[in-house]
């Protein structure tokens, strides 16, 4: 357990991080497992949907919740899933 003040807020502070986090996380795997589902089945519509997981995986990206590179491999999976 925290003993400092500035311990306690820590805690407080990444808890509210990593829930965000998290968030942010569920939204982008949901996004490609409707994609990977949908490209199955009708390839025009999920090139529609395409920019939106593109999208949902750059945010992620950008705000930290995955590197750099990790969000450029789903990106290139997902577009050729889509082809």
């Known amino acids: 357990m925290p003993i400092t003040k500035s311990a306690k807020k820590a ?3 990444s808890s509210r991080k990593k829930a965000f986090n ?3 996380k569920k939204i982008m795997k949901e996004i490609m497992k409707r994609m990977e589902k949908i490209a199955k089945m009708d390839k025009a519509e999920a090139l529609k949907l395409l920019s939106g997981a593109f999208q949902a995986i750059d945010k992620s990206a950008q705000k930290g919740v995955i590197k750099k590179n ?3 491999r789903k990106k290139a999976r997902l577009s050729r899933l889509v082809k």
């Open 22 to 24: 998290d968030g942010r």
């Open 70 to 72: 990790n969000a450029a």
């Open 11 to 13: 805690i407080r502070v």
